[in-house]
């Protein structure tokens, strides 16, 4: 019914950047908030920043200034712009979408999540 499907992730040196891209198809209505979450090795998923339909931003106190998330309503995508890239941003990165779609028994409204992307930072 609803796919979320996150690219852009890699290997890149202390101080770079990259782009995570997740664009969200289906029998989708409308989506509401879309975010990103991440979860490094031995430690519990964050969030990492989320934004609303209209552009309203939250962004974890660990990445700001220094990540930007945006999105693309026409195109149900959601970007995230990592700057200044740290070791201790190495993780795997969720994309999450809380929208409404369609199924055979009417509407319906649900939370998804991506397969996630790997992101690592070397030094």
């Known amino acids: 019914q609803v796919q979320l499907a996150e690219s852009g992730g890699g290997l890149v040196q202390a101080g770079g950047s990259l782009r995570l891209s997740c664009a969200a198809s289906g029998t989708i209505i409308s989506i509401n908030t879309m975010g990103w979450y991440r979860q490094a090795p031995g430690k519990q998923r964050e969030l990492v920043a989320t934004i609303t339909s209209s552009g309203g931003t939250d962004i974890a106190d660990s990445v700001k200034g220094r990540f930007t998330i945006s999105r693309d309503n026409a195109k149900n995508t959601v970007y995230l712009q990592m700057n200044s890239l740290k070791t201790e941003d190495t993780a795997l990165y969720y994309c999450?979408?809380?929208?409404?779609?369609?199924?055979?028994?009417?509407?319906?409204?649900?939370?998804?999540w991506g397969q996630g992307t790997q992101v690592t930072v070397s030094s």
């Open positions: 999450n979408a809380n929208l409404y779609y369609y199924n055979p028994y009417g509407r319906r409204s649900g939370d998804y």
